[in-house]
């Protein structure tokens, strides 16, 4: 039973440089979250996905895009990385009910240069 | 909206030794409560929640956590940590209607021999 997975688990790029991040679950979830981790700041939500076909913005969805083409597949983009997106990316899922808890992936480490 | 504040960003202990971490939310409606537990360069693992019920929960691994609706706080407590007990500790809080979760800035508790 993997869970969530991420892919890659690292990667360098150059300012400009454009990459996307796979996260995939197999637990049928019908939410799924991206989240970025910086020192201090704890976890900021970037895009979610309430459903196949569905994204939505969170707190920090500059400079991100996401699509959701699948149910089990959540993508995020940067079309041109900056060295302010130098973080830890957190793929997350759960249920669609409310009180259901985050089931998160390994993360991807990303550093911009 | 929710959102939490965890009071305390480090927390050195001695094995052995109890260990709280507080965290407090603000909200205006009845709520979800959640803790996460982060091992280096892991994803983050949910260590308890709180849905309704008895304000007292329990881990596995002898966590517990204790909801206050008065003082809007759900403090993490163990009676005597372990070296494995060292990791970064999240707070997050959701509402009934909530898609997402909100995250504390995290708490990072050393624990030495």
């Known amino acids: 039973n993997a869970g969530v997975t991420q892919t890659p688990k690292f990667r360098v790029l150059k300012t400009g440089q454009s990459m996307t991040l796979l996260c995939a679950q197999d637990?049928?979830?019908?939410?799924m979250y991206w989240y970025r981790q910086d020192p201090g700041m704890g976890l900021r939500l970037i895009h979610y996905?309430?459903?196949?076909?569905?994204?939505a913005k969170g707190e920090v969805p500059d400079g991100y895009n996401v699509s959701r083409l699948k149910k089990q597949n959540f993508l995020l983009g940067l079309e041109s990385a900056a060295p302010s997106q130098t973080s830890v990316y957190f793929c997350?899922?759960?249920?669609?009910?409310?009180?259901?808890?985050?089931?998160f992936g390994n993360g991807t480490r990303l550093t911009v240069t | 909206a929710q959102s939490v504040t965890q009071l305390d960003s480090q927390v050195p202990v001695f094995e052995e030794a109890p260990v709280e971490l507080r965290c407090n939310y603000s909200?205006?409606?009845?709520?979800?409560l959640f803790w996460y537990v982060q091992y280096p360069n892991q994803g983050l693992q949910l260590l308890l929640k709180?849905?309704?019920?008895?304000?007292l929960v329990e881990s596995i691994n002898g966590f517990e956590a204790e909801f206050n609706k008065s003082q809007t706080s759900f403090h993490l407590r163990k009676p005597s940590v372990h070296i494995s007990d060292t990791a970064e500790y999240f707070c997050?809080?959701?509402?009934?209607?909530?898609?997402?979760?909100?995250f504390g800035a995290g708490t990072t508790v050393t624990v030495r021999a």
């Open positions: 996905s309430v459903g196949e076909g569905t994204t």
């Open positions: 909200s205006s409606v009845s709520v979800y």
């Open positions: 997050a809080v959701s509402g009934p209607n909530d898609y997402k979760l909100s």
């Open positions: 709180y849905l309704s019920g008895s304000t």
């Open positions: 997350a899922s759960r249920t669609a009910s409310y009180n259901s808890p985050l089931h």
């Open positions: 637990m049928n979830h019908e939410y």
